[in-house]
């Protein structure tokens, strides 16, 4: 199967480096095709402007979404953003790769989702009208391919916990997952995190590539993330509030998760 890792660190040797190499290789290793995309040995660019189109609309002010469409629609995209949604077509899993840094994404890694994620590619896509809101949400251009999370964070486990201070990490990610991940259609494996990075010897080490390794040898059987998709009869139209007597009484994030209308 096709791979494609998007590394965002900015120091070859550090933690996410050493398992960027540990998981290409035993990605390889298992007979997988691995492409990645080290943003910042890219020198990737991260600002959304108007240098994103070759050609801008004529005697238009830019805007972000209509000249995105305009460029992915005519052909006109910068060709780094080309270049990253081939490989996006090209792969059967998604791996992006970073460390929590405020309590989120690194900028760059941000820059290349606003980017690559174009008007047309990843949203804006399929019908629009009174009766569906186009194809997202488990739908899109990239439905079939299977997306994972690989992060680090300085915090320990608990404090990520149900009732850990920095809030529980699945609804940290669920912006995310449901938002970065399912929206253009990848089915969502739960994530591999590392906690607690301010505490590992080469014993640990060891340990935390032992289950990396088991996760990616997993990548295709692991069962996704059940999210709600959009358009099968879960969600009012045109509000998309989930019905009322699906999940009844609660609201939040996981409300969004479940197979069957009691869950
Ligand atoms: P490194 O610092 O490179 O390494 C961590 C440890 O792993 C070191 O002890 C190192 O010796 C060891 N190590 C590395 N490679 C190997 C190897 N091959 N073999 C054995 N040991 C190895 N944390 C949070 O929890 N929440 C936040 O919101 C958050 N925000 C942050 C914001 C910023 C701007 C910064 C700089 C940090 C933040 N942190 C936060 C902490 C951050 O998540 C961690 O510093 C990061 O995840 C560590 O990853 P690293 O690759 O940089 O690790």
């Known amino acids: 199967m096709n791979i494609l890792l998007v590394h965002a660190h900015p120091e070859p040797r550090s933690l996410n480096g050493s398992l960027k190499d540990y998981a290409i290789k035993r990605l390889q290793t298992a007979g997988h095709s691995v492409q990645v995309s080290d943003l910042y040995a890219m020198n990737w660019k991260a600002q959304l402007d108007a240098d994103d189109s070759i050609e801008a609309r004529s005697g238009e002010r830019f805007d972000p979404a209509l000249d995105s469409r305009h460029a992915y629609e005519n052909g006109l995209q910068s060709l780094d953003i080309v270049h990253e949604q081939e490989k996006l077509l090209w792969a059967d899993a998604v791996i992006l790769q970073f460390p929590l840094w405020w309590f989120s994404m690194p900028a760059i890694l941000k820059g290349w989702v606003e980017r690559v994620y174009a008007y047309g590619f990843a949203y804006g896509v399929g019908e629009h009208s009174d009766a569906r809101w186009g194809d997202r949400y488990g739908e899109g251009t990239l439905a079939g391919k299977r997306a994972m999370l690989m992060v680090t964070a300085g915090g320990w486990e608990s404090h990520y916990g149900p009732r850990g201070i920095n809030g529980p990490i699945d609804e940290l990610l669920f912006p995310i997952h449901h938002g970065i991940f399912y929206y253009p259609g990848f089915d ?60 009844p009484g609660r609201t939040g994030f996981a409300v969004h998760v479940g197979t069957t209308d009691q869950d």
Request: charged share 25%; net charge negative; with cysteine.
């Open 188 to 247: 969502v494996l739960p994530p591999f995190v590392v906690y607690r990075t301010g505490k590992i010897d080469e014993a640990r080490y060891d340990a935390i590539c032992e289950q990396l390794g088991a996760r990616l040898d997993a990548l295709f059987s692991t069962a996704p993330i059940p999210f709600r998709p959009q358009n099968a009869g879960a969600y009012e139209i045109p509000a998309l509030t989930l019905r009322e007597d699906i999940a």
